[in-house]
Each structure stands twice: as C-alpha cells, then as structure tokens.
C-alpha cells in the first residue's frame, strides 16, 4: 500500500534553532519527492522537489535531503524565524503508465516561539 | 496573475443543503485539482482535470459530490445534500507543471 508518514507530528522550537522534519515513504513506483509549507488558513505551497536521482537540494534556509535506497526524506530548517510557524507536508509521486497519483503525508506542525 | 480564486471563503450551511464551491485557476494551465483537508486526513484529492475532461475522480466520496470544469477558467465542485462530516477545507489547485493551490474554502455544515 503506497504511504508517507512524517515525523513528529508537531514540534515546538525556539527562535533562531535548527530542526529536522522527516518523512518515511512506502510508494512505488517513485517519480518525485517534494516538502511544502502551509501557513495557517492559507494553501499549501511547494518549497523543494526531489527526483529519484538528487540527494539534496536547498531553498533559502530549507534543505531537503533524498535517500531512495532507505525510502527516507528530511527537511532541514536553519536559523527558525517566526513565520517559520507553519505545518510542513510530504507528498511523494507515483507514476504507473498513465495512472499519475500523489500521495499525501498528514504533515508536521511547527510552532517557532521567541 | 492573481493565483488560484476561491469562492466563498467560509461556508456555513445546516444539513441537507446544496453547497457550491468555485475556483478559478491560473490562466495557462491545463489541469485543476479539487481537495479535502482535515485535521484527521489531512489532504485528500476529489478529482482533477485535465483541459477541462475529468481524469480521476475516484476520491470524490460519493454521489452527492459533483465536480464540472464548463471552460479553462472555472470549476465548480457541489455537494448535494450537505452533512455534518462534509465539514472540512477544501481547496481547488491549479498546475502547469508545479500545483499551485488557492487558499481554501472553510465548510462548516451544522
């Protein structure tokens, strides 16, 4: 059965640290990986994507990291901000012939405190 | 461009009664996108369409949902008749390559 499941499911940090998000995915086939961020009453929007070939790939203070062998991915945010305050979905491609699915992770809650 | 419209953004309805949603997507992209979100499952994909044909909508949770894409620049998604757990976020997404959501309609049905 194709799932992602992310971890923690919320996450309480200080202003200024680090933390990582992770996402363990059981789809196949795979066709492409990619984190967003949805802020609070807003739509979810696209920070990275992650083909079966990359590894890492940044977007300003977010890296997201790729291991296909270990169906495991991670983002990596440095230096929070306050408006770092959002919840951070996984969503993994499946493409079988023509049938194209993407599956969904319920997503992490953070909340960046000062 | 203004990015993906939603119309309304809040909704509250007593049970039985019909419930449109609308969604205007991005000029230029050929498929649309209509989605649930809740707290307990989270994002969930009704339907979506491709130049304006509907390609998948084996999500849609059954007949009292209906989706119509009439032109490339509307959708409609109604719910007829509402319940109680139809109450949730929904959101329509537009792509032209990248999906590019709106920012929801909040569905409260009472």
């Known amino acids: 059965k194709n799932q992602v499941e992310q971890s923690p499911q919320s996450l309480i940090i200080l202003e200024g640290k680090n933390c990582t998000l992770q996402?363990?995915?059981?789809?196949?086939?795979?066709?492409?990986l990619r984190w967003y961020k949805q802020d609070t009453g807003r739509g979810p929007v696209s920070l990275t994507i992650?083909?079966?070939s990359e590894n890492t790939k940044s977007n300003g203070r977010y890296t997201a990291t790729l291991d296909a062998d270990t169906k495991q991915s991670s983002l990596h945010i440095t230096a929070s901000q306050l408006s770092d305050s959002a919840s951070y979905i996984c969503?993994?491609?499946?493409?079988?012939?023509?049938?194209?699915?993407?599956?969904w992770g319920l997503g992490t809650s953070l909340a960046v405190n000062p | 461009d203004a990015g993906v419209i939603q119309s309304p953004r809040h909704e509250v309805t007593e049970m039985g009664q019909e419930v449109t949603l609308r969604c205007k997507p991005i000029?230029?992209?050929?498929?649309l996108f209509w989605y649930r979100q809740t707290m307990m499952r989270g994002l969930e994909l009704l339907i979506y369409?491709?130049?304006?044909?509907?390609?998948?909508d084996s999500g849609m949770p059954e007949d009292r949902f209906s989706a119509k894409m009439p032109n490339a620049s509307f959708s409609t998604l109604k719910i007829q008749p509402s319940e109680p757990r139809d109450s949730a976020v929904y959101f329509c997404?537009?792509?032209?390559?990248?999906?590019?959501f709106g920012p929801g309609t909040r569905l409260t049905v009472t």
């Open positions: 996402c363990n995915y059981t789809v196949s086939p795979f066709s492409n």
């Open positions: 369409f491709n130049n304006n044909v509907p390609i998948d």
């Open positions: 997404a537009s792509a032209g390559g990248e999906q590019y």
């Open positions: 992650m083909t079966f």
């Open positions: 000029s230029g992209h050929d498929y």
């Open positions: 969503v993994v491609t499946s493409n079988a012939g023509n049938n194209r699915k993407l599956i």
